[in-house]
């Protein structure tokens, strides 16, 4: 693990990156858990291959984005040039891009609606890959935010299995932003305990601690690494 550092984060310098890994691994200690049993995804939306490339460079190698658009954009070449990139789509997904969604990324955490879930059955037929997916919850039922409420989740989940015949792996959260994360966080880990999901999307930059100690097995981390946006 990489020492601590007192030079200043920049979204062109590593140094992000080390000091996030310090702390998932102080939170894995008080938690009593692993450090493999965390996946750190690093939030690299609106970030050029520029600062992407150091962090890569750095040992970091599963990335998270929001939009299909911009992953297409500058995704392929820094994946040909490092081989071994795991790329997760983190943000909302519209039906028309999950062909490419499908193509371009291993996992896709924003299942949330009916016609996500048959525009993916079909990609994952055809083009005979299957990313893992995740589906999103809006723990806080907030209007204007995606995610199914935590009342219709387990029907949801049936549903994503029965009728469509997806492979579930986990569900994500995104707490509002004024709440404390952690009833979310416990909220959505009691959802895919009863439904058999193994694997939690749940924490970002400011609470992925807590995330941790509720049992989050994927942390999206972003600012912490590259920088303000």
């Avoid at 750095?58 to 070449?77: D, L, M, S, Y």
Wanted: proline share 7%; hydrophobic share 40%.
């Amino acid at each position: 693990m990489a020492p601590e550092t007192t030079t200043p984060l920049t979204s062109h310098s590593p140094n992000g990156l080390a000091a996030v890994e310090q702390d998932i691994a102080r939170a894995c200690r008080q938690a009593r858990r692993d450090r493999a049993s965390v996946t750190l995804i690093a939030v690299s939306k609106t970030f050029g291959a520029d600062a992407i490339t150091p962090v890569i460079e750095a040992g970091q190698h599963v990335f998270g984005e929001n939009r299909v658009q911009e992953a297409r954009a500058k995704w392929p070449g820094l994946m040909s040039t490092y081989p071994g990139i795991v790329l997760h789509l983190i943000g909302p997904l519209q039906s028309n891009k999950a062909k490419e969604a499908v193509a371009l990324f291993d996992a896709i955490h924003s299942v949330d609606r009916p016609s996500i879930c048959e525009a993916l059955a079909r990609e994952i037929k055809s083009q005979k890959k299957q990313p893992e997916l995740f589906v999103q919850l809006n723990t806080g039922e907030e209007p204007q935010k995606a995610g199914v409420s935590p009342g219709e989740a387990d029907a949801f989940i049936a549903s994503c299995r029965d009728r469509y015949g997806l492979v579930i792996s986990g569900l994500m959260c995104i707490p509002p932003v004024n709440d404390a994360p952690a009833p979310h966080f416990a909220l959505t880990a009691k959802i895919a305990g009863r439904n058999g999901l193994q694997k939690l999307s749940m924490g970002m930059s400011a609470d992925f601690a807590v995330a941790i100690e509720c049992g989050a097995t994927h942390v999206r981390v972003g600012s912490a690494i590259f920088g303000h946006r």
